[in-house]
């Protein structure tokens, strides 16, 4: 991975002000509707892709192409990628290996081996073969529901979980049983009442992912208080 300082990044986005501006000139010799393509391409790039919410960007964007600025969103993406291949937050990315991340789901390696094959991380690019993959944190799971969660989310979940396991091998019955019934209250006050007259409601199927995940821990929760 290539390393910059602040001169190299001021040269890059001076670079990619400067390609826009020479492709400007033969946009117009081009069929719009597939540069409208390419662009879009990018865009969603951008979007799957990015370490930080970049919705200002895509809306500039999505302003410039109902307009038929064309040139106007190819520079702000330039200029974007520029940006970000050569900021530290953008060298900072976390990478994960298929061991991590069959940790974190509580999965085999196979297992993600075979997402990985059916395209179910989004922002991921497959490694040449025999060569170990390596998901980026910014990348997203694509759940079979349609829903997405990011890598880094993903991770951040776990981390809670095995620190949460971890202070309840340390309680008292007394304690752990507070800490149940304070971990319900706060099911009941998110979803607005009771585990029957809410997750419990819903068939198989309707449960987004984040609510699949509360309603096993809230209906595991009820039965060890009883």
Do not use: C
């Not at 117009?28 to 799957?48: G, M, P, Q, R």
């Not at 170990?132 to 890598?151: C, H, K, S, V």
């Not at 199927?205 to 096993?216: F, I, M, Q, S, V």
Request: charge should be negative; aromatic fraction near 10%; hydrophobic fraction near 40%.
């Amino acid at each position: 991975m290539y390393m910059f300082n602040l001169t190299d990044k001021e040269i890059a986005i001076s670079e990619a002000i400067m390609i826009s501006e020479l492709i400007k000139g033969h946009l117009s010799e081009y069929d719009t509707d597939k540069v409208s393509i390419f662009i879009k391409a990018l865009s969603n790039y951008i979007e799957k892709t990015s370490i930080e919410s970049p919705d200002a960007l895509l809306q500039e964007i999505r302003k410039s192409m109902e307009e038929n600025n064309y040139h106007r969103a190819l520079q702000r993406m330039l200029i974007h990628m520029a940006n970000m291949g050569t900021s530290e937050e953008a060298l900072a990315v976390r990478m994960y290996t298929t061991g991590d991340i069959a940790r974190f789901f509580g999965v085999s390696v196979a297992t993600v081996n075979n997402w990985l094959n059916q395209g179910r991380f989004i922002g991921f690019e497959k490694a040449a073969r025999y060569k170990q993959a390596r998901i980026p944190e910014n990348a997203l799971y694509l759940f079979p529901t349609g829903d997405r969660m990011t890598i880094r989310e993903v991770a951040e979940t776990y981390k809670v979980e095995q620190s949460r396991l971890k202070r309840k091998a340390e309680m008292t019955p007394a304690e752990e049983l507070a800490e149940m019934l304070s971990v319900v209250i706060h099911y009941e006050k998110k979803y607005g009442g009771e585990y029957k007259d809410t997750l419990a409601l819903k068939g198989e199927g309707e449960l987004t992912p984040e609510e699949e995940r509360d309603a096993h821990e809230w209906a595991y929760l009820l039965r060890v208080i009883k």
